[in-house]
Every structure is written in C-alpha cells, then in structure tokens.
C-alpha cells in the first residue's frame, strides 16, 4: 500500500514562509505526477501545486502562483513546497498527492489516486 505522508505544516504569520514535505513509502510507487492541493473549513478542495517527477515540470493555481515553489527529490522519494509571502487566506489542510498516469490536468482532484493525511498550515495577521 502506497503512503504519502506530509509534515511541516504549523503556525506562522502573515508574510512569513513554511516548507511542507511529503514523502512516499509503502509499495513500489513510481509516480508520473505529484502534487498538493488544499482545503479551508466551508471552502471547495483547491489545486495548489503540481509537479512531473520525470521532468520537473511545474504547474501553479492562480492563487499561489509566484509566492509557492514545488520541487522534488527523486532519489529520497521526496516531493517539497516552499511557501513565501504567506497570507491568511493560505490557512488551509494541505494534502499531499500523487498517481502513476500522467495527465495533463493537474487541478483536477478526481485524477489523483493517492492522497496523503493532510497538515495544517495556518496564517495569523
């Protein structure tokens, strides 16, 4: 069984920054594409950011687009998201995710097959 678990989600201020991680264990997972998306209490599950494990491509919501970077580490099965310029509409649970079929839609939540537990991030003023 695949897992993905992500860590470093906490507590920080306005303007400030956070990293989260997410590493893959369990079965032999190759993915083609990992991500992370979020959710706020009332709101809608939104695509924050996503990323080819072969080539590194990265693609952005709108929202988070130049004050979120997503990169990866493929020999540590490790996928990160540096988080800059933090807002508190940034205060969400953000789940990390992941699938062995590449897609070309990477906001759409029903084309991930695997979904970590979810960590906290929140932004005070």
């Known amino acids: 069984q695949v897992q993905l678990v992500g860590s470093g989600g906490g507590l920080v201020q306005a303007g400030g920054s956070l990293s989260l991680s997410c590493t893959i264990s369990?079965?032999?997972?190759?993915?083609?594409?990992m991500g992370w998306f979020r959710q706020s209490p009332g709101k809608e599950r939104e695509f924050v950011a996503g990323?080819?494990?072969?080539?590194?491509?990265?693609h952005y919501g709108d929202s988070v687009r130049g004050r979120f970077a997503i990169s990866r580490d493929t020999a540590k099965n490790q996928m990160y998201l540096r988080m800059n310029s933090l807002k508190p509409e940034d205060t969400a649970v953000y789940y990390c995710?992941?699938?062995?079929?590449?897609?070309?839609?990477?906001?759409?939540?029903?084309?991930?097959?695997?979904w970590g537990q979810g960590t906290q991030v929140t932004v005070s003023t």
């Open positions: 995710v992941g699938r062995e079929t590449t897609n070309w839609r990477y906001n759409a939540e029903g084309l991930w097959t695997s």
């Open positions: 369990g079965r032999t997972f190759r993915p083609t594409d």
């Open positions: 990323i080819n494990w072969i080539s590194g491509l990265t």
